[in-house]
């Protein structure tokens, strides 16, 4: 075996496995504040990298500024999602939630390809496009943007719930709505907050993957998939475990094309998180419910 | 083991994490008897109640009903075999209508096959016919002949646990098992239940573990009390020599007036 | 209380399957279908076919029409997907009632709605590149995109005369992919190449180190990449990325603008075959397709202000070449025009001059491409 | 015995329904959208009983669908057997591999659950792309036989219509005597409370994997018209997003009603042909119709149908009185 092939498949591994992590962020902080998965959470990135775009494009801006603009503008659409189409169901089962959420996703997926048309697109790197090698493999400059935003991230989402009022209700929410809102939080307020903070996590993935992943008004499926798949393997609920999972994803696949069939990849990558699931039905570092009877 | 003993637990211990639910818990109930478990908050009655239903989790000690052993069996076995339980937090099946609820109790014994239903054929006919017999007959029984016909999710919460009790006898048991029937009952329905636990013990000859909080209704009613505190067990008696025993008081002082 | 809702069940459809009958329209116009996939993941292939077909249409009509009669072209959207195909197919046969069709622009749309014109016989002619559309030769199925085993002969010619001998393959998991593949797993050992290696991506991946890497590892001295964008383009950057040398040849699925923009730097020294329609103004003045190619560019650009590609010139020969056939058998008639399709000699359209005779449904040979190179972000005709 | 009468009026309404719509039709074409609804519906009737009855979520029925449908191709178009043994061969297929897979799959919940079928169905989704010498991988299999019955081939558009629409029919009538008895409540039962269920001595594990195994046996039947039917099919029919479009017709046609989600059915295949003339912004209506549907019938089209007709009676109740 080869070391340095070994490293890169890692490399790439762990920056496609980022980008899987971050949609899945995403996706724990909406299940939490409403017991729902957001099928719309890929259609969140997908707004942050073809906001970033447009914003250069039209307006000339320089790349922070567009990116800051596009998080913003992310999360406006993300409230006015909740507003519009999730608080008017409220009540609902969540299959219906659910459902709902998809009408969103294949609406604000229609409404971008009108108005961004069906191209792909392209950001610069933020510094530069010079590889730094790496014991023999070679790294984008933009992948360490990748990791650390998503550090960061994770770190700041970790305060929030710590150490704010906010958050803490929104934590509370998530173990019992009812008790929350007996307790005076705004439940409905949590959810709508909930929604612009996935949006904005969703956003900001968006816009640093787009130098490396590239971006179009269809890539929000994929990564919503794979987001879903990498909140389940690193167990519902919990943000570490779904950043967590989405790199685990990202290597498994890079480790199965590198060293199994690049064909099957995916596949291998599902046949494991399959296998684990049967013996972890909570999957790697989720909670067991206990439902009292 | 005697005749008489129907449920025999011997050395129960359950284990949440690094709690300690239920330690070297023995627990039998007679056949013909009304046996309560009584205890304070968090003592373990619900693990007790699970462990024995086969509906929670049981690390060690050995079950025995009948005297065969059981201590592993799925908890839909149990019920065939005719241990059947309510549950404190009701579980009425909510997408059915009253009648159906209750003829869902009759799952085990009335069958026919998959086949039977699909194609109508006479076998199938004569159990529906059975099954809505008992389920009816189950339904006066517990006083709720007038609301056969509506959705279950539309009954008072009262009425809703008369049904979980119509349900569990339409599943022929012989022991039955209530978990806390009188909470959220007011006092006229707390006093109706115990009058039909009694008919229940009676007419039908049932046997019955009761866990409840409502001590009239428990003294009342119960030929034996276990009581169970911080999941072990600290008594065990008649009415009278559990009112007087010093280790319950004790147990309960403070915490439960009654 | 079933039987009532069954009832209003009843009634709602049978409103909806009445709005749906709406009467046929006057017959003082041709009427010609296509099936295009104007959205989907094949989209850009039927968002120019589109676009040009129907300024072909504007464009006979603006001529005077054909036989005296106006020219319509009716458009549906597959959406890359072959039931829409099917159903788009039948609605344009049944209840169109059209005398031709174009497209579909993938080869699986095109192989699944194919028999549905053998039956009803009404002239098929795809846009999809896939041999098995005219291979076996169905009496009433024409393609005018040339193949692949055109486009993969160009390449290997290529590698030849460099003296290129192992060759890697990395190709995109769908239909266009995978039709590549084969052929060139047909071609490289029959050429006399050595196959070094043969990977895979998604359609959809975004990462393609992994198989990059262990190409590398088996050091081919090409490798070359099947597939449509933004894929390659993600190769060509990871390409650079792991700074690999090996020359790197790409199919003409990428032969767009689009990709130099998306690749950026990593473009630079690709190599690729592709219709002559992008280097159009490169071609010596005797070429008897660069005025055609030129004055498709201009009026492609003044309509729709967006950059021609190759795909949108199959939108322009498949019309074209229908209303030739229907000029020469001076009849609309379906039968008429297919035995006129099928005399075609010498016709230049976008991509090539095409000649069709019974056993040769497509109409091109390995002529139809050129050897194209990316320099300093644009593309140079190499020979 | 009368909600039984009740199911069979119904389905008869239904059947006539299904039976005279090609005659009012203005032109052929709308019977294939009619023949793919029908084909349609006969999966969702299996996944209503999945779903809306046992409250089980499975996202991966578009692989049982198509293995169905390329057991059923290979066997007849490369190994030449009687399209009717081979379509048997399909339907089973689909059912054995819905039985080894649901044992482990079955036994989670929820979020679980809908990701471990979802994943299934990925990984039979990539090995139809991917196993090239078998199912001729993403550019499709081509050369199906159309169906033949007794040594005749179905070959007109209207008798297959009529196939599958007798099919759904069944499929129906299957579905509705098993709603309506001891295995139905059972499965109402565990969708309920896997727990009173239990304790009334329901063998949830079994009865789950009994209604997964069966409405992937529908899949299968679906599978196999679809397939004999197009005589032509593609990894791209087989996917996630065809799943994703299931489930949603059994929602917006309503979890708890059988003929509801046949309505969903139809109603989700055909709107696309209405929508097609805005073009462009068709998809965008799609999405909107979706959430405005969800918004205004929580319940479906079978709860909207439900809750029309309750005020109607009850206006006409409170006009009696007064």
């Known amino acids: 075996m080869n070391i340095s092939s070994l490293l890169q498949y890692l490399i790439s591994g762990l920056t496609t496995g980022s980008t899987y992590g971050l949609a899945a962020l995403g996706f724990t902080i909406i299940f939490n504040s409403t017991g729902i998965i957001n099928f719309a959470q890929g259609e969140f990135v997908m707004l942050g990298g073809m906001f970033s775009v447009f914003f250069m494009k039209w307006f000339g801006l320089p790349i922070a500024w567009a990116v800051l603009l596009a998080a913003l503008a992310t999360m406006i659409a993300g409230a006015l999602i909740e507003r519009l189409a999730i608080r008017p169901v409220k009540g609902a089962s969540p299959i219906n939630l659910v459902i709902v959420t998809i009408g969103v996703s294949i609406f604000i997926r229609g409404l971008a390809m009108l108005v961004w048309g069906k191209d792909t697109y392209a950001l610069p790197a933020f510094s530069g496009d010079k590889p730094i090698a790496v014991l023999g493999a070679a790294m984008m400059p933009q992948s360490l943007w990748v990791l650390g935003v998503s550090l960061a991230m994770l770190a700041a989402l970790k305060a929030f719930f710590s150490h704010t009022i906010q958050g803490k209700a929104m934590l509370a929410c998530s173990f019992d709505r009812k008790a929350a809102s007996l307790m005076g939080i705004g439940v409905e307020r949590m959810v709508l907050l909930s929604f612009m903070i996935s949006a904005l996590i969703g956003a900001v993935g968006g816009a640093i993957l787009a130098p490396i992943t590239l971006t179009s008004f269809d890539v929000g499926v994929l990564l919503g998939l794979k987001g879903f798949a990498a909140c389940i393997l690193g167990g519902l609920g919990n943000p570490f475990g779904a950043a967590l999972g989405g790199l685990v994803l990202g290597v498994l696949e890079s480790l199965g094309a590198g060293y199994l069939s690049s064909a099957y990849k995916d596949a291998f990558a599902f046949i494991l998180l399959l296998a684990l699931l049967f013996v972890r039905p909570q999957g790697l570092f989720g909670r067991k419910s206990v439902k009292r009877v | 083991m005697p005749e008489s003993t129907l449920l025999r637990c011997t050395g129960l211990g359950v284990r949440f994490g690094g709690v300690q639910a239920l330690s070297q818990v023995d627990f039998t109930a007679e056949k013909g008897r009304i046996t309560s478990i009584i205890g304070p908050n968090g003592a373990g009655k619900t693990t007790l109640l699970n462990a024995i239903s086969g509906m929670g989790p049981c690390d060690t000690g050995t079950i025995l009903c009948l005297g065969q052993d059981i201590t592993s069996a799925p908890a839909h076995l149990r019920a065939k075999n005719g241990m059947v339980r309510t549950f404190q937090n009701l579980e009425v099946f909510s997408n059915m209508s009253v009648l159906e609820n209750v003829m869902t109790g009759c799952h085990t014994f009335v069958r026919y096959s998959f086949l039977d239903a699909v194609f109508k054929t006479p076998r199938y006919f004569s159990g529906e016919r059975r099954v809505r017999e008992i389920a009816e007959a189950q339904l006066a029984f517990v006083g709720l002949s007038d609301s056969a016909a509506i959705p279950a999710a539309e009954l008072s919460f009262g009425s809703q646990r008369m049904l979980e009790l119509a349900r569990a006898l339409a599943a022929d048991p012989w022991l039955l098992i209530l978990d806390e029937p009188a909470a959220g009952l007011n006092m006229r329905e707390t006093k109706a239940l115990g009058d039909l636990i009694v008919r229940m013990n009676r007419e039908l000859g049932l046997t019955i573990v009761l866990v409840e909080h409502d001590m009239d209704l428990i003294m009342r009613i119960s030929h034996r009390i276990s009581v169970l505190c911080f999941g072990e067990i600290i008594a065990v008696g008649s009415p009278g020599e559990i009112q007087k025993n010093p280790k319950v008081i004790t147990a309960y002082l403070g915490e439960d007036e009654d | 209380m079933k039987v009532r809702f069954t009832v209003v069940l009843a009634a709602v459809l049978m409103a909806v399957l009445l709005c749906a009958g709406r009467p046929a329209q006057a017959e003082d116009t041709i009427k010609i279908g296509a099936v295009l996939s104007v959205t989907g993941p094949a989209a850009f292939l039927g968002e120019p076919e589109k676009n040009t077909m129907l300024m072909v249409q504007d464009a006979v009509n603006a001529a005077g029409g054909v036989l005296g009669k106006k020219l319509e072209v009716i458009v549906y959207d597959d959406e890359s997907d072959v039931n829409k195909a099917v159903l788009s197919a039948q609605k344009l046969i049944k209840k169109d009632k059209v005398v031709a069709v174009a497209g579909p622009s993938t080869s699986g749309n095109s192989l699944g709605i194919m028999k549905f014109f053998e039956e009803s016989q009404v002239p098929l002619v795809s846009c999809a590149a896939s041999e098995k559309i005219v291979n076996p030769v169905g009496k009433w199925v024409f393609s005018v995109a040339p193949l692949d085993r055109h486009a993969a002969g160009k390449i290997l010619a290529d590698a030849a005369k460099k003296g290129l001998k192992k060759l890697a393959i990395l190709s995109v998991s769908d239909g266009f992919g995978q039709s590549g593949r084969a052929v060139l797993q047909e071609l490289i050992p029959a050429k006399g190449f050595v196959l070094a290696a043969d990977e895979v991506y998604g359609p959809k991946d975004t990462d393609m180190t992994a198989q990059l890497t262990k190409i590398k590892e088996a050091a081919p001295d090409a490798i070359i990449v099947w597939g449509t964008n933004p894929g390659p383009a993600v190769i060509a950057r990871n390409r650079e990325q792991l700074g690999i040398t090996t020359p790197l040849y790409v199919c003409h699925g990428v032969a767009s603008k689009k990709f130099i923009e998306l690749a950026g730097s990593a473009a630079e020294g690709l190599m690729l075959p592709a219709g002559r329609l992008i280097v159009a103004d490169q071609l010596p003045e005797a070429n008897p397709l660069k005025k055609l190619l030129l004055d498709y560019t201009a009026k492609y650009q003044a309509r729709y202000n967006a950059p021609v590609s190759t795909f949108g010139g199959h939108g322009w020969d498949s019309v074209s070449l229908i209303v030739k056939a229907m000029e020469t058998a001076k009849s609309a008639k379906p039968e008429a025009i297919r035995n006129a399709l099928e005399k075609i000699t010498g016709y230049a359209g976008t991509a090539g001059v095409f000649t069709y005779t019974p056993e040769n449904h497509n109409g091109l040979s390995e002529d139809a491409f050129v050897m194209v190179k990316v320099e300093k972000g644009d593309w140079r005709l190499m020979e | ?322």
Not at chain 4, 237 to 259: H, N, W
């Open chain 4, 1 to 322: 015995m009368d909600s039984f009468r009740k199911n069979l009026l119904g389905l008869a309404a239904l059947m006539a329904l299904l039976a005279v719509a090609p005659l009012l039709l203005g032109n052929d074409y709308y019977l294939t959208v009619l023949t793919l609804s029908a084909i349609n519906a006969i999966i969702v009737v299996g996944l209503n009983l999945l779903l809306g009855h046992a409250g089980q979520i499975s996202l991966g029925h578009g692989a049982f669908y198509g293995l169905a449908a390329y057991t059923s191709a290979i066997l007849t178009a490369t190994l030449g057997l009687p399209v009717f043994l081979g379509g048997l061969a399909g339907v089973l297929c689909a059912g054995v591999v819905a039985l080894a897979i649901g044992i482990p799959t079955l036994k989670l919940h929820g979020h679980y659950l809908a990701m471990a079928t979802l994943g299934f169905g990925l990984i039979v989704y990539i090995v139809f792309n991917e196993a090239v010498g078998l199912t001729g991988g993403p550019s499709g299999f081509t050369g199906i036989p159309r169906l033949s019955l007794a040594g005749m081939e179905l070959t007109s558009d209207l008798g297959y219509y009529y196939l599958c629409a007798g099919c759904l029919g069944l499929v129906i009538l299957v579905a509705l005597n098993l709603i309506d008895s001891r295995t139905g409540r059972a499965l109402r039962a565990l969708h309920t409370s896997e727990k009173a269920a239990q304790a009334v001595g329901v063998d949830i594990a079994r009865y789950k994997l009994a209604v997964f195994v069966l409405s992937a046996l529908y899949a299968g039947l679906a599978g196999v018209l679809y397939a004999h039917y197009l005589t032509f099919i593609a990894p791209a029919s087989f996917g996630f997003l065809y799943s994703v479009e299931l489930i949603v017709m059994v929602v917006l046609g309503g979890m708890s009603s059988i003929f509801g989600s046949v309505a969903g059915a139809f109603f989700l295949t055909a709107l696309p042909e209405f929508l097609r003339a805005f073009e462009n912004i068709e998809i965008l209506l799609f999405g909107a119709i979706l959430i405005v549907c969800m918004i205004f019938l929580p319940e479906g089209l079978a709860g909207g149908v439900r809750a029309v007709r309750a005020r109607l009676f009850r206006r006409a109740k409170g006009a009696g009185d007064a």
